[in-house]
């Protein structure tokens, strides 16, 4: 497994990760009309601007993308960036590919600048981000209108 910047190359194939990851992961947590929004919002072109506007990797088995994820900054912020984009195929997951990914983001030089990183988990995700060290943000435990944890981190 190697782990390297996105290029607009890979954006087909890393938008495909994030279609497989909600479909198979995230349905059960959510019902069908949001997970067709989730992988709207994170198509081919969503990527390519996203990794426009941060810092987005790949993690490859060979030439195969398998995980994605990206760190930028929170609004503009030169002390507090975001991470967003994380996925990992479902048959990938539970071989510490996504520890390998936040430790990854978090060497990176948005996260490196920052004094906190927030990233918005997922209900599916919420409980990997918390044993990473991520904490509820201004301690609200209740996902915002039902679907997304804000969490984060202070260096």
Request: glycine share 8%; hydrophobic share 35%; net charge negative.
């Amino acid at each position: 497994m190697t782990i390297r910047r996105f290029t607009e190359a890979d954006a087909e194939a890393a938008a495909q990760v994030v279609a497989e990851t909600v479909e198979i992961s995230n349905s059960r947590d959510y019902p069908p009309e949001y997970i067709a929004a989730l992988k709207q919002s994170h198509n081919a072109e969503v990527l390519k601007q996203r990794a426009k506007e941060g810092h987005m990797y790949v993690i490859c088995d060979g030439e195969k993308i398998v995980g994605t994820g990206t760190i930028a900054p929170f609004w503009g912020s030169e002390t507090e960036s975001i991470l967003l984009t994380i996925f990992v195929l479902p048959e990938y997951q539970g071989r510490g590919l996504g520890r390998l990914l936040i430790e990854t983001l978090e060497q990176d030089e948005y996260a490196k600048r920052a004094d906190r990183i927030e990233i918005p988990a997922s209900l599916t995700a919420v409980n990997f981000y918390r044993h990473l060290g991520y904490d509820y943000k201004n301690g609200v435990t209740e996902p915002e209108d039902g679907l997304l944890y804000r969490l984060e981190k202070f260096r």
